[in-house]
């Protein structure tokens, strides 16, 4: 995979590298400090709380093209089995088998790497069949702060981008002055394209093989602005198909990588950004830590907004 001189400037702007220390293991979400996590609190009015979670299901998104990923296997261990005690006594166990980026997930730092190396520095080869033995998700124990929707689609005045529009910085100071919000320092973004809505309407081919998101353009926007994560409600997170023609998945590398920034994929935003949209309030709490999952390289979230 070659580099050019663009992606390696970029690189160079925002890389995080020793910025929290050699053995920092968080990134950008060490940015949500005790004052982002009181802001995240005091952006509750109403009390309203919306799930961004799609269902884990086995008519989840995945087709197979990415890797060995595969929707979520539901079985039954269990069905009204008598206990031991007690035989009037019943229960049902049951069990998933779980592709840990399969629907709503957080991506760890561990996820992607180039040129052998991981963020901060750690080497991609510390990640063996144990998993990730240094950058594992279960370093990530609080993703709790300020929520901010950054509604791309309403923006630009439609229902959903279309696929391979690159979102921009300028986009996103465009969508925070829209909803009459001051990014600050540890605000986590809800970045909203409309994508979800191909995939609730059944078109899984679409919404995988072709996507409106963070463009190249918007990678130093999110370091200057300290963004602390980012989420999408696509399966791709980043535009699709990419700006580079040999380069791969460009915006995943600089974010986990060069800049520590945990990213999100898969969210749905519709209900809470049709709500944001009447009452014209987009800042919230946001509740989403990872399921912690020693040394994974990703984790499976049900993220709440509260506003």
């Known amino acids: 995979m070659p580099l050019n001189d663009h992606f390696r400037e970029l690189s160079a702007q925002v890389r995080n590298w020793g910025r929290w220390g050699d053995d920092d293991r968080l990134g950008t979400v060490n940015f949500i400090d005790d004052e982002a996590r009181r802001r995240g609190a005091s952006s509750v009015r ?7 979670a799609i269902p884990l299901e086995f008519d989840g998104p995945q087709l197979g093209f990415i890797g060995r990923r595969q929707n979520p296997q539901h079985t039954m261990l269990e069905i009204n089995s008598p206990g031991v005690l007690d035989p009037e006594f019943k229960s049902s166990d049951d069990m998933i088998v779980l592709c840990l980026q399969a629907a709503t997930h957080w991506d760890g730092l561990s996820h992607v790497s180039y040129e052998g190396n991981l963020y901060n520095g750690v080497p991609a080869a510390s990640i063996t069949v144990n998993g990730a033995t240094v950058l594992g998700i279960q370093h990530l ?20 981008l279309e696929g391979g529009y690159a979102v921009t910085g300028d986009d996103l100071d465009a969508a925070a002055e829209m ?10 973004v809800m970045l909203r394209t409309g994508q979800m809505q191909t995939l609730k309407a059944g078109d899984k081919m679409s919404y995988t093989m072709t996507a409106a998101g963070p463009s190249l353009q918007s990678v130093e926007w999110f ?19 990419c700006e580079y023609d040999t380069m791969p998945l460009p915006v995943h590398l600089l974010h986990l990588v060069d800049m520590g920034l ?16 009447d009452d014209g309030q987009y800042t919230f709490l946001l509740s989403a830590p990872p399921q912690p999952i020693t040394n994974a390289t990703g984790s499976p979230v049900n993220p709440i907004a509260v506003k």
């Not at 909803?179 to 320092?185: D, K, P």
């Not at 370091?223 to 198909?241: L, S």
């Open 141 to 160: 124990k609080t993703l709790t702060g300020r929520g901010v929707l950054l509604d791309i689609a309403r923006l630009k005045g439609v229902d959903q």
């Open 262 to 277: 945990t990213q999100g994929q898969h969210f749905d935003m519709e209900e809470l950004a049709a709500d944001c949209a």
């Open 46 to 52: 109403s009390g309203k709380a919306f799930s961004l």
């Open 179 to 188: 909803g009459r919000v001051t990014i600050e320092s540890g605000d986590i």
């Open 223 to 241: 370091h200057r602005n300290e963004i602390a994560a980012v989420a999408v409600d696509n399966g791709t997170f980043e535009v699709f198909p």
